[in-house]
């Protein structure tokens, strides 16, 4: 193993990012401390101009009686560069970490303010460009004490190539409720717009065909909610499911109803049917982001 990331170190970027694909790098959680070194030693070989990470240490909260650390990752790139969103389109790698140290860590989730489409070697992706700022939510096991981690970042990073970077974080954060960071407030509040399936009948009705091979899964959107003149990009995923989405397709139904479609194959048994209260569908225009939640 040790000869073949010697050898990885040597081959150019492009190479390198796909094996690191096909071996497995793409989930550091997998990966033990003396691979994660090896990693973000490669990723010291990198142009520094193209990004900046910074951690920004936000401030404590009490949400519902439960306390809440709100943490910044400040990424600033390049002009030209780009970064992922959680579900990054037909290319790239979405911003993970893989935490080596963790004091005082109950549980934690990445907030991924809303994204633009990327036009990239004519390909469509979607993520962020110049700057974007993910709000980190930790909950401490002992409430009102210090919060302490040490681990690494890993994404991908793309312009005319594309670079996976690893970069090593730690965090100290004290139970402080001032906020001092308006820029981390705003991206925890670049949230999309929310429909729930089950209450807006008359506007959205979502079906899933299993008769069909692969099965199919579709959504009827009214033309009061979504401009059909508009360009968008949309996303289906399912929150619990081990299930591939192939990319969607729209048609217009009437001018009235704009129906997105798309294949599904199952990952694991493929006996199964889905969980439709866990389908979310995304759909993304030039200035708004639009989350329907279920299909009922």
Request: glycine share 6%.
């Amino acid at each position: 193993m040790k000869k073949q990331k010697l050898l990885l170190l040597k081959i150019s970027f492009i190479r390198f990012f796909y094996i690191l694909l096909l071996m497995g790098y793409f989930n550091p959680s997998q990966s033990g401390a003396s691979e994660n070194s090896d990693l973000v030693a490669y990723t010291a070989n990198i142009p520094e101009e193209i990004y900046t990470i910074e951690i920004l240490h936000g401030w404590r909260e009490e949400k519902n009686g439960i306390e809440i650390h709100t943490v910044g990752i400040d990424i600033k790139l390049l002009e030209g560069w780009k970064t992922y969103w959680r579900k990054t389109g037909n290319t790239g790698i979405p911003l993970s970490i893989d935490w080596l140290e963790k004091n005082n860590f109950l549980d934690y989730e990445i907030h991924w303010p809303n994204p633009s489409i990327v036009e990239m070697a004519g390909e469509q992706s979607i993520g962020y460009t110049e700057r974007v700022v993910f709000p980190l939510q930790i909950k401490p096991e002992k409430p009102g004490t210090p919060i302490s981690g040490f681990g690494t970042i890993f994404m991908g990073v793309c312009k005319d190539v594309c670079i996976p970077v690893f970069e090593e974080i730690s965090i100290d954060l004290l139970p402080s409720s001032e906020m001092h960071w308006p820029v981390l407030h705003d991206s925890l509040m670049s949230k999309p717009k929310v429909f729930a399936s089950a209450t807006h009948q008359d506007e959205i009705d979502c079906k899933i065909n299993y008769e069909t091979e692969p099965p199919v899964i579709s959504t009827s959107i009214s033309t009061s909610l979504l401009n059909p003149d508009k360009p968008f990009l949309a996303i289906y995923e399912s929150t619990t499911d081990p299930v591939f989405f192939y990319k969607p397709r729209e048609i217009l139904e009437n001018r009235e109803f704009s129906v997105i479609y798309t294949d599904f194959e199952f990952l694991e048994d493929t006996s199964q049917k889905l969980d439709n209260s866990k389908i979310l569908l995304t759909i993304l225009t030039d200035n708004q982001t639009y989350e329907i939640q279920g299909c009922q």
